[in-house]
């Protein structure tokens, strides 16, 4: 059974770091699609054609699936083993986390074996009993989690960056996902499959947050239309240059409203590539 650190490191070895978030509001498709969930369906395919070669992996956003209800949801799945077959790895972004019975239940939704779904992002708002049965869910079935630790939205700072003794919440966040992360490291490189979002432009926080989490995988939003620049995020990765996958959504997505969408998505994701390659690796 393949480990997510091990497989989500050799995807980016064999590609780059970009991942591809599939956000996609019926009203932002392109001319010649319809506005309905067969409209979605066929954009999300048409994207993931467009950067298969390009991209580590795509990120799914739940909400924009689940707004248009239960076809909504096929699209997700469809859309997810979609991707599978093309060889990118799937990290469904639903932010969950509970407890009890109800964390066991969304890590059996999306963590199963067979699912195309290779991880996905929880909080811990709850506390460590929430991630319990997503440990659990991912040592047995080769899956991966991305647990929220620093977002880069206006308010974040309301909780994440509140003082608790010599540190704020968010950095002992990351000392809960290091601490776990390094219980399952994988064989075939140093990387644990217990990753963690944080955001960008976020460039001090980032390079501190590196040090407390050496073996846990950055998943890195808010690249492109969200302001983050390839120089940004680079504090993200380890001085090999890796570590670390950077999302990006709009500024792919929607990097042409006409007939070309599919050829400028390409376009987009492979100048970020480069962009993200040459800033990782910088001394």
Sequence with gaps: MTHFGDA???????TSPVCVGLDVPVDRLPEGLPRTAEGVEAFARGIVDAVADVAAAVKPQLAFFELLGWE?????WETCSYAKEKGLLVIAD???????????AYADAYLYPDSPVDAMTVHLYHGSDTMTPFLDRCARNGKGVFVLIKTSN?????????PIGDEVVHEHLAQL??????QYIGPETSFSFVGAVVGAPLPEEMRYLRTIMPHIPFLIPGYGAQ????EDVAAGFLPDGTGAIVNASRSILYASSGKDWQQSARAAAQRMADDLRAAATRP
Excluded: C, H, Y
């Design 227 to 230: 302001g983050g620049t390839a």
């Design 72 to 76: 909504g949801m096929k699209v997700f």
């Design 8 to 14: 989500l490191a050799a995807r980016v070895a064999r």
């Design 154 to 162: 206006p308010s974040s700072g309301d909780l994440q960056d509140l």
């Design 177 to 182: 996902a290091e601490a776990w992360g390094a």
């Design 94 to 104: 639903g932010k969950r986390g509970d407890i009890g019975n109800t964390s066991e």
